[in-house]
């Protein structure tokens, strides 16, 4: 299944890379280079001040301000393991509700104030940025794919979610964390981050002029070198243990419907991730083009990795992978990422809910709890627009017959689903609610997370034990 999205991954246009962040460079297919608005050359409204190298073995006597904490349970935190491989990626903390009279940092408010500004104007914003870049750096165009709509409004996404979390230590840490990994498999070195931070402040001051000044330059500066030194030191540090991808074999295909297939596929070196987790993938059909695929089982004992592909319409990758793929076809993956995994150190019970092709990731939790042997209530809401959409129904149930903690209830949004239950998922879930004794795993489409996400925190859970990979797909490509 396409994670994050969570299976509506694909774009409809161009030929984006995946969704790890505003920086996602790529070596171009052979032809002519598209010319972008800005692409004069033309200089800031006033000179920029410098971004010194920041990160591992750059720049270290620069002072880039106080460094998050780094989330992480101890390193003998429970979690599913693997023979010879370094330790699998952990779950960060459980988020602590901010108090009452918390307010945001100075500088927070003053990119916020920024982007604010920028906003009506995003797309030249954007476009101003990469002109600079790539006038100013010619040779980094050559790291960055033909078609750059996409990465356009990666950008902007991107930074509003640094916007957002800026004084959340915790988030804004893993989230850059994970892109720092991520962006191993582009090549992306330290030396390239003060290029594109100088860049993106000139393309600021030109289309923020209205609320540019010195002070809001310094904000932005601090949080540039504060989210570099973050990426670039995740980097190097998994560097140490980990390649920047894996080759993986396709070693069985099986179509479920006309526009679903399970593909499981054989890693060439262990693969270390948790169940709930994502990756990224890359097709031969399709060079540096990735797009985001859940894992859809708990690792296994023969290291196999299986993913729920569902073709959407003008899906590059989900399309070759569910109607060109064979068994012997190879595969690019990227590090796992996502924090969508099970805590058990608690005895919680687990509320579980999957639209469409996000059941996969919840089926690998399902897979996760059984195997640790504890008796948790669990209940797992299956929903779909049709009983035909049900495509992974069977193997569900028959967890549910095994296990009397498990109890699966699908809904349908179409028609009269198996047990009667029609209509949004998140409404059916809350009449069988209210669940106070309950963690939330949501995933599925942007807008039943969104949803699932309100109707729970209504009905009384608090927002900090509700789980889901939304942060991350809020810079995803999607249709």
Known sequence: MDALTTNAAEPGKGAGADSSGWFTPHTPPDGPRPHHEGEDGAAPSRPVRPIRPVGTGAGRNADPGPVPPRPGPPRDAPGPRHQSEPPAPQPPP????????????????????????VAPVADKTTSYFYALLFTRHPELRELFPAAMDAQRDRLLKALLIAAEHMDDAEILTEYLSQLGRGHRKYGTRPEHYPAVGECLI?????????????????????????????????????????????????????????????????????????????????????????????FASAPRSDGLLVFHVKAVPAGWVSGALVHRARPGDVLRLGPPGGSMVVDHSTDNGLLCLGGGTGIAPIKALVEDVAEHGRRRAMDVFYGARSDHDLYDLDTLLGFARRHPWLSVRPVVSHGRGDGGLHGPLPEIVQQYGPWPEYDAYLSGPPGMIRSGVDTLVRGGMPSQRIRHDLIEGLVAAVD
């Not at 099986?254 to 994502?278: C, H, K, M, N, W």
């Open 94 to 117: 459980r988020a602590q509700a901010r108090p009452r009279s918390w307010q945001p940092s100075a500088d927070a408010l003053l990119i916020r104030r920024t982007m604010e500004e």
């Open 202 to 294: 000139g393309a600021l001051t030109r289309y923020a002029s209205a609320v540019w000044n010195d002070e809001v330059e310094g904000a932005w500066v601090r949080a540039y070198t504060l989210i570099s030194q973050i990426m670039i030191d995740a980097a190097a540090a998994d560097e140490k243990h980990a390649p920047p991808w894996w080759h993986g074999e396709i070693v069985s295909h099986e179509p479920r419907t006309s526009d679903i297939a399970v593909v499981s596929v054989r890693p060439d070196q262990p693969y270390p991730f948790l169940a709930g987790q994502y990756t990224t993938l890359e097709t031969p059909w399709w060079p540096r083009v990735w797009r985001h695929y859940s």
